[in-house]
Nanobody, 126 residues
Framework: QVQLVESGGGLVQAGGSLRLSCAASGRTFSHSVMGWFRQAPGKEREFVAA??????????YYAGSVKGRFTISRDNAKNTVYLQMNSLKPEDTAVYYCAAGASVISPSRTSAYDYWGQGTQVTVSS
């Protein structure tokens, strides 16, 4: 089992920044991709960013709507993944979820992930 706990959400004005954290515990060696998704009220959960790695390399993926504004990173020593969000917009308002998966195939799909956190609310005011 893998447990994921997100933190760092909150209320911020448009143009501001937030950094989300996702701390993983349990069988963390079993997953090679970590992702962030978000879900706004009345909408489907959508892909935000992912970080996939192997023994020799890592690759990051971003949704078009956040590319250039959001950055995903990780600290392997702490088993923690971060999502730095800059230039936030009201349309970024959503519950943000961290996810972990064992396969790097299709990291933008929810089906690629086996474990999910409980989510953290991000609200961007105009």
């Amino acid at each position: 089992q893998v447990q994921l706990v997100e933190s760092g959400g909150g209320l911020v004005q448009a143009g501001g920044s937030l950094r989300l954290s996702c701390a993983a515990s349990g069988r963390t060696f079993s997953h090679s991709v970590m992702g962030w998704f978000r879900q706004a009220p009345g909408k489907e959960r959508e892909f935000v960013a992912a970080s996939a790695w192997s023994a020799s390399s890592s690759v990051t993926y971003y949704a078009g709507s956040v590319k250039g504004r959001f950055t995903i990173s990780r600290d392997n020593a702490k088993n923690t993944v971060y999502l730095q969000m800059n230039s936030l917009k009201p349309e970024d308002t959503a519950v943000y979820y961290c996810a972990a998966g064992a396969s790097v195939i299709s990291p933008s799909r929810t089906s690629a992930y086996d474990y999910w956190g409980q989510g953290t609310q991000v609200t961007v005011s105009s």
